[in-house]
Each structure stands twice: as C-alpha cells, then as structure tokens.
C-alpha cells in the first residue's frame, strides 16, 4: 500500500509547525513517573513546542501550569527537572498549588486587591494519570485520558506500576526528523540487516498488531523462553513479580511515546520530541521489575543490568544512523513510499497524523 505521509513532510517547517499546533497540542503528552515527582516541590518541565509547561508536587499534590510567571513572562523553573518552590527566579514571585501568586516582594507597591491576584494566576493544564505515568494536555476539551489510551489503559496501568529501578538513561541528538525515528520503531522488517548483533538475536517475528485509537501495540514471542537454556540463570532473581508476558510487546502512545517490554522483567520507555523539521531528542529510559524479593547486591543481577544497558544503547545507535540516511533520503525523494503488511503500525501511525493535520 502507499504510505500516506509524503517525502515533503519530513524536512518542512511548515508542516511541523502545523504537527505542533494540530498533533501535540491537541493529544495527552506523556511528562514522566510519578515517582519523579514524589517530594514537596519536586518539578519536571515539558516543552511542546516554545510552549513550556511545569508538572509540580505542591504541598502533595501535583499540578500542571503554563510555565510562565503573570508578573513580567520570565520561565518560573527553567530546568528539566529538579526540586524547589513554584517561584520566578526574575523577581521572586511565588505561586500556591491553584496558581495563585501569593508571595510578592514589596507588594504594598502593587496595591493589589484579592481579585487582582485571581485574574493573575497561572494558566492551569490537564493532567492526569495511568498508574504511574503522568501526562498532560494542552488542549481542555479532549477526550479524557482514560478514553485516549481506550483498551490499552489497564496494561499500562499494571506495567507502570511494575516498574521498578532505573538502570539507564540515554539521551541523544538523531539529525532526522521525528516522525522518521518513530516510524523505525513501528516495524520490524528493517531488522534482518540494521540489528544483526542485537535485536536480530532475540528472535522477533510475525505481525500481531492491536489497536486501540491512535496508539498501537505488536505482540511477539521471542526465540528463546524467559527460562531456556542460559535464560533460566539470568532471570531468576525476578521470577518473584507480579507482571508477567510471553515474549515481547512495543506500544506506542500516539504520537511520541514508546513503552516496551521483555518478559516483563525488563522495560524500556522512550520518547521522541521534534527539535525542528530535521532533528530530534531522543530519550531512552531502561528500567527492571519490581520483585518481591531483595534483587541488589548480587554480582548476577549486576551483570544483567549492564547487558540491558549495553543492548539498548547499541540497538539505538544502530537506528541513530539509519533514520539519519534516511532523511539524507527524503530531502530529494520523487517517490510516495510504499507500506507492506509488516509496516500497518506505520501505515496507522501516518493515518492518524494525516488526520489531525486535517482536522478530522
């Protein structure tokens, strides 16, 4: 079949500017765990966009607001991520868990009435949870998170709340543009020849793909069992868990958010954000189960964490130079491109951009 998406969409502007407004301003956009966010104060930062926007534990409950102080438009937290009061670096003006200024230096030269401070607080953005994951969205008249993630809601729920140490981060720059790399992970077919060392050994196959609303998910068994051959030493520290799968499963949570897991001992969550038509940052979390049983301070365990983490950072280096030819590629393509039965999650993908682009 076709692809939908043409060569053109992936090195403009103004298609990305529109993918912007019409595609991530307008769906839930996953921030991070909760855990993440488990102190008073304790904040993350998410960018959609030039829209900055702060997901913050105040006093117990977390929140989200435009990050952007009503005194004079300074950025309110200006890191990623980190842990102090929801206060303007600029003038010192700090806000309560409604977004209401309450602490103004000088005030009395202000003269401000309690209406006054009602009109200045701070724009308020949905959130909402899945388990552990927190996302939010910009746009206040979508569908509930619940019906957005629709029959995959519970998995995810159970898999967030099975995960359990964070044994790496990987963070990169991919000079390609953000659809191309989200593509990648949504078929399989280019395995055989870009994951020969890698992915290619744990013996992926078949096309048992499932859908639920934009978002998708591929089920596969994988060549050897959670507990054959060499297998049954490696994982027998995290046979004690409550959340268990035959093989292999890759969702992806329309339009940037790929959740994966082996086994359900080992997950990967990553998430792909566009840094202008022709790049992109890409980060690629790795973390185990949670057990019943005490896991750390053995050497077997140890050296599992460090196969995961050397595993997914080639696999991922292996597709960093792929998708850049591939936008190499795309920048002088004459043809549409073409989809085959392996590549629907692709094809289903590109149907939903499509569809947003055009407001349907």
Request: a negative charge; glycine letters at 4%; aromatic letters at 10%.
């Amino acid at each position: 079949m076709d692809a939908i998406v043409i060569p053109e969409h992936y090195c403009s502007r103004e298609i990305l500017d529109k993918e912007i407004k019409n595609v991530f301003h307008k769906v839930w956009s996953f921030v991070c765990l909760k855990s993440e966010l488990a102190n008073d104060n304790d904040f993350v930062t998410k960018n959609i966009g030039n829209t900055s926007i702060v997901v913050q534990n105040i006093r117990g409950e977390i929140k989200a607001f435009l990050n952007v102080c009503s005194h004079r438009h300074s950025r309110i937290q200006c890191e990623q991520k980190g842990n102090r009061p929801l206060l303007c670096p600029y003038h010192g003006w700090s806000y309560n868990k409604d977004g209401i200024p309450t602490g103004i230096p000088k005030k009395p030269y202000f003269d401000f009435q309690k209406e006054d401070l009602e009109k200045l607080k701070l724009k308020e953005v949905k959130i909402d949870f899945c388990g552990e994951l927190v996302f939010i969205n910009p746009n206040d008249d979508s569908e509930s998170l619940t019906e957005y993630l629709d029959d995959f809601y519970e998995e995810l729920e159970k898999i967030s709340n099975n995960i359990g140490k964070e044994v790496d981060i990987n963070e990169m720059k991919i000079n390609a543009n953000w659809k191309i790399l989200v593509e990648n992970t949504l078929e399989s077919y280019h395995v055989a020849l870009i994951h020969t060392d890698t992915f290619l050994r744990l013996g992926t196959s078949g096309i048992d793909f499932s859908f639920a609303g934009k978002n998708s998910v591929w089920t596969t068994q994988l060549a050897k069992g959670e507990n054959e051959g060499k297998n049954a030493i490696i994982h027998k520290p995290f046979q004690d868990r409550d959340y268990k799968i035959d093989g292999y499963k890759h969702f992806i949570i329309f339009p940037n958010l790929l959740i994966s897991s082996t086994y359900g001992i080992s997950f990967n969550i990553s998430l792909i954000e566009p840094i202008d038509e022709s790049s992109s940052r890409f980060i690629s979390r790795v973390f185990v189960t949670k057990t019943h049983t005490n896991t750390e301070n053995s050497p077997l365990v140890d050296a599992y964490y460090k196969s995961l983490v050397q595993f997914n950072r080639d696999v991922f280096s292996e597709d960093k130079e792929i998708c850049e030819h591939v936008q190499l590629g795309v920048q002088s393509s004459p043809y549409s491109g073409q989809l085959s039965k392996e590549e629907k999650r692709v094809w289903h993908f590109q149907n939903s951009i499509i569809n947003l682009l055009n407001d349907k």
